[in-house]
């Protein structure tokens, strides 16, 4: 069974600090999703990683696959406030072609 | 492009009465569509996969009885909460897929919260 772990659940973070993101998954898989949700809203599409080494950079979020480690990082640069929000990664199960969710981490930026 | 609706956007029902969800997707055809529900501070969790033409298959430990799933056509599939329960208010959530250069991509809808009283 394919399980996505994300850690932290929660970052609370001051603006202008860098932190990172993981998203740890437990079978072979090249294809990674990073997803945005807001309070009452549903996803918004931020990165489609497709191969190992795989980097991809939008603003002050950059997502990067390591396919070998089973691993993917998503990185924020100098932290603003509009960045709170939650943040899943999903992983595409070959076996089934189904999105697999990670926890969830919750970003909270403050001044 | 890729746009995906559901209606309503929030519903409250009382126990016992059945609430229909629909999802459409607006600009493009989806043969294959999802059910998701996720509750508070909790992750997105797959109810079933939606099939145009066919039976929708169900994740392990959901009521396929309570969940009725159509996919009548290629732009829409529907979610029926037959007899509802309080325990089933939830946020749900459908997505239809999409294949781009040979990758599926899934693009999600706004979302429908249900409460039941």
């Known amino acids: ?69 089973r691993l993917s990082t998503l990185h924020i640069t100098a932290a603003v406030h509009d960045l709170s929000a939650t943040y899943f990664c999903a992983v595409d199960n070959y076996n089934t072609d189904k999105l697999i969710f990670g926890t969830g981490t919750r970003l909270q930026v403050f001044p | 492009g890729a746009v995906v609706s559901q209606h309503p956007s929030w519903v409250i029902c009382k126990s016992g009465t059945s609430v229909k969800i629909e ?37 392990q430990g959901v009521e396929k009885d309570k969940f009725l799933i159509n996919h009548a056509s290629l732009t829409l599939s529907t979610l029926t909460v037959t007899s509802a329960h309080p325990e089933d208010s939830s946020f749900y959530i459908c997505s239809a897929r999409v294949t781009r250069a040979s990758v599926y991509e899934q693009y999600f809808g706004p979302g429908t919260r249900l409460t039941v009283t």
């Open chain 1, 1 to 69: 069974e394919l399980k996505v772990e994300q850690n932290p659940l929660f970052l609370s973070m001051q603006e202008g600090k860098n932190y990172t993101i993981y998203c740890n998954y437990s079978t072979t898989s090249d294809r990674l999703y990073w997803y945005r949700q807001d309070p009452g809203k549903s996803l918004e599409s931020l990165f489609v990683l497709l191969s190992n080494g795989a980097v991809k950079q939008e603003g002050r979020l950059m997502a990067s696959l390591d396919t070998k480690a």
């Open chain 2, 23 to 59: 999802c459409r997707s607006l600009d493009f055809q989806a043969t294959t569509m999802f059910w998701y529900r996720q509750f508070p501070k909790q992750s997105l969790m797959l109810m079933a996969t939606s099939n145009e033409g066919s039976k929708a298959t169900y994740e």
